[in-house]
C-alpha cells in the first residue's frame, strides 16, 4: 500500500547539534515528497518538498533529498537551534497527502 | 490574504449534539481537505473535494458528513458526536499540479472535545 514512516521521537538535542529525521515511503510511482513543520498550538506548515528523484529540498537550514534507490526523504540540519523545537511531518503526496506519524524534536540550550 | 482560517477555534460538546466546522481559504484552491489529529496518529484524512460541489471519502470518514458548496469554503459536520470524536481538526487547501509538487496550506485548527 501507500504509507509513510518516520522515525519515532521524541528527539532531545542540544543546540548546534546535529539533526536527522528518517522518512520512508512506499507507493507507486514517484510521488512528490515533503517536510512540514508543526509548532506548538499551530496548524502545520510546509518546511520542503522534493518533486522528483534526486531533488534536494532546502529552507531554513534544514535539507531533504528524494531518494528513490531507499525509497527515502531523510530530514537534516546541520546545528539545530532551539526555535527548531517542534513536531515535524514526513508526507507523500497525490491527490490527499499521506502523513507519517511526526517526530517531535526538543532542543535545550 | 487570510490564507486558511477555521471556525471555531475550540468547541466543547456533548455526546449526541451536531455541529459543523467552517473552513474557508482566500487562494481560489480547487481542492480541500478535512484532517483529524490525534496523539501519536499523526494526521488522517476524513474527506476532501475536488471541486465546488464534489467530495470524496479519506481514511476516517464515519460519523462525518462534508459539504462543498461554494469553492471556498468546505465544512465539515458531525451529526452525533461521540467521545472518540475527541480530536483537532484541521483544514488544509491546495492548487492542482499537473506536475506534482501541490502542497497543502493549512489553517489553525479546531481543538474538539466531546463530553
Known amino acids: 500500500g501507500n504509507s509513510v514512516t518516520q522515525m519515532e521521537g521524541p528527539v532531545t538535542l542540544s543546540e548546534e547539534a546535529f539533526l536527522t529525521i528518517n522518512c520512508t515511503y512506499t507507493?507507486?510511482?514517484?510521488?512528490?515528497l515533503f517536510w512540514y513543520v508543526q509548532y506548538p498550538g499551530e496548524g502545520l506548515q510546509l518546511l520542503l518538498k522534493?518533486?522528483?528523484?534526486?531533488d534536494k529540498g532546502s529552507n531554513k537550514g534544514f535539507e531533504a533529498t528524494y531518494r528513490k534507490e531507499t525509497t527515502s526523504f531523510h530530514l537534516e540540519k546541520g546545528s539545530v537551534q532551539v526555535s527548531d523545537s517542534a513536531v515535524y511531518f514526513c508526507?507523500?503526496?497525490?491527490?490527499?497527502?499521506?502523513f507519517g506519524k511526526g517526530t517531535t524534536l526538543s532542543v535545550s540550550s | 490574504n487570510a490564507g486558511v482560517t477555521q471556525t471555531p477555534k475550540f468547541r466543547v460538546l456533548k455526546t449526541g449534539q451536531s455541529m459543523t466546522l467552517l473552513c474557508a481559504q482566500d487562494m481560489n484552491h480547487e481542492y480541500m481537505y478535512w484532517y483529524r489529529q490525534d496523539p501519536g496518529m499523526g494526521l488522517r484524512l476524513i474527506h476532501y473535494s475536488v471541486g465546488e460541489g464534489t467530495t470524496a471519502k479519506g481514511e476516517v470518514p464515519d460519523g462525518y458528513n462534508v459539504s462543498r458548496l461554494k469553492k471556498q469554503n468546505f465544512l465539515l459536520g458531525l451529526e452525533s458526536a461521540a467521545p472518540s470524536q475527541t480530536s483537532v481538526y484541521f483544514c488544509?487547501?491546495?492548487?492542482?499540479?499537473?506536475?506534482?509538487?501541490?502542497?497543502?496550506?493549512f489553517g489553525p485548527g479546531t481543538r474538539l472535545t466531546v463530553l
Open positions: 522534493a518533486t522528483k528523484a534526486d
Open positions: 508526507a507523500r503526496g497525490g491527490t490527499a497527502l499521506i
Open positions: 507507493a507507486t510511482g514517484y510521488p512528490s
Open positions: 488544509a487547501s491546495s492548487v492542482i499540479r499537473t506536475r506534482g509538487g501541490n502542497e497543502q496550506f
